[in-house]
């Protein structure tokens, strides 16, 4: 959203100029300073924002992925994780003491895209060890809101195969490029938002062949309904609701044709980009209203 400043800034010029005639410099010099924050980086089409093109930066997330992602196993934090990772599944004895280290859960929460959940521990180590053979588990339970629980006690499937799974080398290796790439991934966010949830939608939209699945996904959700704008109050409506909102607009069988994926990715992160300017642009303008009343207040 591009928003004009030149009102506001001209309000500021008339305030500097009568600052200056009634001799109180003091007062001018404090709101000069206060002026110059507020100045820093602004411009009149797009305040407080990257000025990368969103859909370029996928674009180069996709080319550099497999080279970024082994730069960031590099790193020496990841290093010493996936190292103290390592050690703590060759060393474990049962599935139980395995998840009940706080070394493993970080690497194996964040590899499985259930990173969010590091701060409840117990409730990990108890759905991670629940059958999920068992409709009523604790790990099918917590499917309905996030499936990537019941994917994740599937795979290793500690309830049944103790330390088996985890225990083999290759599994080990895949965790901890997993983990690195989540690493990789969180630190796109942090120039682009919601790019990390792009790159992954591109790879694995084709898996998801019904609304249900998409709602379950936190990730797919939030790319699917953010591109389609609807708000996220959605969460709270009926189940039926919900599927309605999304195929009212959008046909789940696309998903299966790669370059719909893409643009509509890009649809997403040029959503994201332009929420975050019209929220800078607002934020912006009631901050430098907010001063220019007060500097009024000074004046008078």
């Known amino acids: 959203m ?17 600052l ?20 820093a980086g602004a411009t009149a089409g797009n305040v407080g924002t990257s000025s990368e093109n969103p859909i370029t930066a996928l674009q180069i997330a996709q080319r550099n992925q497999a080279q970024d992602v082994a730069a960031e196993a590099k790193q020496p934090q990841v290093l010493r994780d996936v190292a103290a990772f ?26 499985n895209g259930l990173g969010p959940q590091i701060g409840y521990p117990a409730l990990a180590q108890q759905a991670l060890l629940s059958d999920p053979n068992d409709p009523t588990s604790l790990a099918n339970q917590l499917a309905t809101t996030n499936t990537q629980w019941l994917a994740t006690a599937q795979t290793y499937d500690f309830a049944n195969k103790g330390l088996s799974i985890i225990q083999n080398p290759k599994i080990v290796s895949t965790l901890a490029n997993g983990y690195a790439e989540v690493l990789w991934r969180q630190s796109l966010d942090q120039q682009t938002a919601g790019l990390s949830n792009a790159l992954d939608f591109v790879q694995n939209a084709k898996n998801f062949t019904s609304t249900v699945q998409i ?23 009926p189940l039926a609701a919900q599927e309605q909102a999304i195929t009212s607009q959008f046909n789940v069988a696309s998903l ?8 509509f990715a890009d649809r997403y992160l040029t959503v994201l980009q332009a929420a975050a300017q019209s929220n800078a642009s607002t934020s912006t303008i009631a901050n430098m209203t907010s001063l220019a009343v007060q500097a009024q207040g000074l004046v008078a």
């Open 2 to 18: 591009s928003v004009s400043l030149s009102g506001v800034f001209s309000t500021y010029a008339s305030l500097f100029t009568a």
């Open 20 to 39: 200056s005639l009634s001799g109180n410099f003091n007062i001018s010099e404090n709101i000069t300073s206060i002026l110059s924050a507020a100045y």
């Open 86 to 111: 390592t050690k703590a599944v060759q060393t474990a004895t049962s599935a139980k003491q395995l998840l009940a280290n706080p070394a493993v859960m970080k690497v194996l929460l964040t590899a």
């Open 215 to 237: 709602l379950g996904d936190p990730v797919i959700r939030d790319v699917v309904t953010t591109a389609l704008g609807i708000p996220q109050q959605i969460a709270y409506q």
């Open 256 to 263: 299966q044709d790669p370059k719909f994926v893409q643009s």
